[in-house]
């Protein structure tokens, strides 16, 4: 297996040249940890194959030149789609693939029909499971205001893939969600995967959409009852301004940051959750 996101509708260089984020990541790197060589492009017509050994360019009147620069490599592992050429060709590093692979999926509503705001105790849970989360799962905890079936309001929902097999004490880890307070969940359930394809072929994306986007990065210390009202309070802010706020909370930690400031350009390697 290489690693690969979950979304289908990116392609593998608009998503490696920016960082490159996958379930798989807190096991094995981001993509652009994993990526040995890249072909691009240049604007004047220049092909250039860089790795971290050096670059070779080819330019338009056949001349060519090797270097043990490698600042081009370096500065494309993150520095986005498209921002030093055209990159026509990529080599990753491969890894065995997982004698087994476990989807888990757990979903709380925010407000349930009967009146009850659940949304701080749910994300209070989470939160304090994150910092000791085991390497082997990865994957992102998501939250969006509006009406939900069965009368429900809103949604908070972590969504994450397994490496390993089911009968392990890390894939247990998750059972200290799977078991709180069962009568709030929407749902909550494992499923065993052969494979990651086998999780990864499931997916659904939706192909349009507009909104305003931003990021930030969070560190361990964070993660506070003070992050989660704030979050709460602009999920039901929704209910009164008309607008619509949601969020995809990428998890990061375990692998992702055992790679040195040196090797890429992506800003996440002080990342600990």
Same mark, same amino acid.
């Given at each position: ?11 593998m ?7 490159g ?35 070779? =360019? =080819? ?5 060519? =030149? ?6 081009? @490599? ?5 520095g986005?789609?498209?921002?030093f ?14 004698? *087994?692979?476990?989807? @888990?999926?757990c ?8 009146? *009850? ?12 499971m ?16 509006g009406? *939900? ?40 359930f494992y499923l ?31 993660f ?5 009202? @704030? ?16 969020f =995809?909370?990428t998890?990061?930690?375990g ?6 400031k ?8 002080? @990342?600990?959750i």
């Amino acid at each position: 297996m290489i690693i690969g996101g979950s979304a289908h509708t990116v392609s593998m260089a608009g998503y490696t040249l920016g960082g490159g984020h996958s379930p798989m990541s807190r096991m094995f790197g981001m993509a652009v940890d994993n990526l040995l060589e890249l072909e691009l492009v240049t604007a004047d017509g220049s092909i250039v194959v860089a790795n971290d050994h050096g670059t070779h =360019t =080819t330019y338009p009147n056949g001349s060519t =030149t090797t270097s043990d620069n490698t600042d081009i @490599f370096w500065a494309s592992k993150g520095g986005g789609g498209g921002t030093f050429g055209v990159a026509t060709k990529f080599t990753y590093k491969l890894h065995l693939p997982a004698p *087994q692979v476990v989807e @888990f999926v757990c979903s709380y509503p925010i407000i349930r029909q009967d009146g *009850q705001d659940i949304g701080l105790p749910v994300f209070q849970k989470i939160f304090s499971m994150l910092p000791n989360l085991p390497k082997e799962w990865g994957g992102y905890l998501l939250a969006s205001g509006g009406p *939900q079936k069965g009368g429900n309001w809103g949604s908070i929902t972590l969504v994450m893939n397994y490496y390993g097999n089911y009968v392990t004490a890390a894939r247990r880890y998750m059972d200290s969600l799977y078991f709180f307070h069962k009568e709030w969940q929407s749902t909550c359930f494992y499923l065993n995967r052969t494979t990651f394809l086998d999780y990864e072929i499931t997916m659904k994306d939706i192909e349009y959409y507009s909104g305003y986007i931003m990021n930030t990065l969070l560190q361990s210390d964070s993660f506070t009852d003070d992050l989660a009202k @704030f979050l709460l309070k602009e999920l039901k802010d929704e209910r009164t301004n008309h607008s619509s706020f949601s969020f =995809t909370g990428t998890l990061l930690g375990g692998r992702t940051t055992h790679f040195s400031k040196s090797t890429t350009c992506a800003h996440v390697v002080n @990342f600990r959750i």
